[in-house]
């Protein structure tokens, strides 16, 4: 195994700037709070109750009768325009003051995302909720929240300051696959799970995939937490995807139960489902966002070692 | 490119959104609503003659014991004070209330004028009212707001065209008009998920729903062999056949099971 007890790679020199980190902090749980509104409105089959868009009852902002599903759809509507406002903000600053080209371009991206979000959310509602353009605007919103705790990761003191501590990765499949194949799964879960919400599929594939997503995060954090848990930067969000991991599985039967067995013939969203369903779509965000930090800080910490193959005969290296 | 140009690209894509959020931002109002479509010119109506039509009536019973009504929660908004239980099977003594029944089949290619006089929808009690209702292609629907609240009516047809408004409440009807056939056409509302009922779009007048009693009637029939369907919209349909004679008045029961 190719180990090496010095650090061995430096980050980017660039400033750390506190300011701009808070502020992507801040955009990062508002946008962790949309998410938890936008299962609200569909956990309470609201989606439509405000049925003109991008105006809500022919006003962009004017607080509807505050009853029955307006609530949801409303709130979600207006968290939803303050998240797209940070992340205005947000792009402009780290384009103004970040050195880190790649980061700017990032910063770029989540303008681009919360753009192709919003119109998705418009689509949503003036054609009535066809169910692939709604599992989109799910998907694309727990995408949107990834690059936000990623530009929160990468704007961080930590992540700025320090000399990371690297590790080889001799294994195979290597650690950063397993990472990979983590987000791969999840991201085909989330779209599954989206796709029966949204009433475009029935529960079945969502609940085999979960096994599968079962396997894959069990044996990348079991492998993160065996062989670099002296990695605190790797060892942290690994320790966090297991755990979020357990309490999905168990947010998900709740779901089940409350939602598929005993609410079949529930004349409207009842307390019960209306909380496992937002838990279960709030903790799936975090499980994704945690996972795809896991994927970075591994990607940072421990590069794949690669054996150069030579040729039997010319085992003796030669220099060029 | 340069960093400018970048800069230059976002502020245009900014200016843009914001032109388009304002330039959406005009209230609509009522007089921009979309109108009920008016009828397609329709070809003139088979004639039938008054002397022979015969009639089938009947009743639809519901064996077993009826399952328990759903519970309503309108707790959520104040101004909703109606019955607590939902109408999914609404089965008194075994009379089975709510079951659009109507000619399937056996009227060739007979047309019908369609009625001028609309149908009205109620939404009284943060419920709907008929619970389901029948209605020929073409005919006007009159949904009334008779609640001090805002309801959304959002009818999510397979055959015909979907919308959704919003009513406030002493707002003016709405008129709509459904231009295919279509049974059990759901009717919901967003603003308060247990409103719910179902449109019944037929080509023909030949249609009832039973009332609570379960009991229905259609008249006007010309002599002819029929295929009468019952259909509830949780327990699915039935069919029968019958065979009407000129003058004739038959009784045709059904019966549904869990």
Known sequence: MYRTKEPTLKAVATPYNRSLHRFAVFTACVTFVLIVAGALVTSNDAGLSVPDWPTSFGYLIKVPHWVGGARFEWSHRMIAGFVATLTVILAVWTWLAERRRWLRLLALAAFGTVLAQAVLGGLTVLFYQPPAVSSAHAAVAQTFFCIAVAIALFTGRQWVEEVPQIELDTRRPSLITLTLLSIFVLYVQLILGAMFRHKGMTWLPHVLHAAIVTIVLTWTAVRALSLYSKIEAVRRPAVIMLSLLIAQLCLGFMAFLTRVAWGRDAAQPELPMVISTVAHVAVGALLLATAAVLAIQVWRHVPVAFEELVPSGQRKPVAA | ?258
């Not at chain 2, 609503?33 to 008016?38: E, L, T, V």
Request: charged share 20%.
């Open chain 2, 1 to 258: 490119m340069n960093k400018k140009a970048w800069v230059g690209a976002l502020s245009v894509l900014c200016l843009l959104g914001l032109w388009l959020l304002v330039g959406c931002s005009k209230k609509e109002t009522p007089e921009e609503q979309p109108a009920a479509a008016p009828a397609a010119a329709q070809p003139a109506a088979t004639p039938i003659d008054p002397n022979t039509v015969a009639s089938v009536s009947g009743t639809v019973k519901f064996d077993g014991a009826a399952p328990k009504a759903a519970k309503i929660d309108m707790s959520q908004d104040p101004a909703c004070k109606g019955a607590n239980t939902a109408e999914t099977v609404v089965a008194d003594n075994g009379n089975l209330a709510n079951v659009f029944v109507y000619v399937k089949d056996g009227l060739g290619n007979r047309t019908f004028d369609v009625p001028t006089q609309a149908v009205t929808i109620d939404q009284q009690g943060c419920r709907y009212h008929p619970h389901v209702l029948g209605v020929m292609a073409g005919q006007n629907v009159q949904i009334k707001n008779d609640d001090q609240t805002t309801h959304n009516i959002h009818p999510t047809p397979k055959d015909n065209r979907e919308w959704n408004e919003s009513q406030p409440p002493a707002a003016a009807p709405i008129e709509k008009n459904f231009a295919r056939e279509e049974i059990m056409l759901p009717v919901k509302c967003n603003q308060h998920p247990w409103m719910k009922m179902y449109i019944n779009v037929v080509k023909s007048p030949f249609y009832a729903v039973t009332g609570p009693d379960g009991k229905y009637e259609i008249k006007g029939l010309p002599p002819g062999d029929y295929t009468i369907a019952f259909v509830q919209e949780k327990l699915g349909e039935q069919d029968q056949k019958v065979t009407l004679a000129a003058k004739d008045s038959k009784t045709v029961d059904a019966s549904f099971k869990q």
